[in-house]
């Protein structure tokens, strides 16, 4: 298996969409996807504020990793926060899935980061399992808290 990465341009814009709206999709989420491939190139392009890695195998796109940087107050540098890592769901099960946290832990070793996080749905058991062979610690000492959309507009007020 030879998984080449490439950083994303702005033509790739409409495959990473896709990518978001499979993801989705395998989250059973997909009614909740409003980005648009001009959100994608705002945010992405314009503001650089994440940066996403393609993943292909044999000269086609099989995943895809958007991230972006963090800082750890308690480290006292920056980390590297994964969004999202998608592998098509029948390339799984080929090492693609470890080749792109191989890569991420490359990339926050090379920036001088001290960590890599994401965060991953509670039934989503195979993931976990996939995870904990990695050698990821689940974080059980926390919640997330979220807020967003109308309640996020009025606090602004």
Known sequence: MTLEFRYAVEKDIPLILGFIK???DYEKMLDQVVATEADLQEWLFDKEKAE???GEYEGDAVGFALFFHNFSTFLGRGGIYLEDLYVRQELRGK???KAFLKRLAETAVERGCGRLEWWCL???QSSID???TMGAE???DWTVYR???DTLAELAK
Do not use: C, K, S, T
């Open 138 to 140: 689940p974080m059980e």
């Open 95 to 97: 090492g693609f899935g």
């Open 22 to 24: 499979e993801l989705a």
């Open 122 to 124: 509670d039934w989503n």
């Open 130 to 132: 996939f995870y904990l």
């Open 147 to 149: 807020i967003a959309g």
């Open 52 to 54: 996403v890695i393609i």
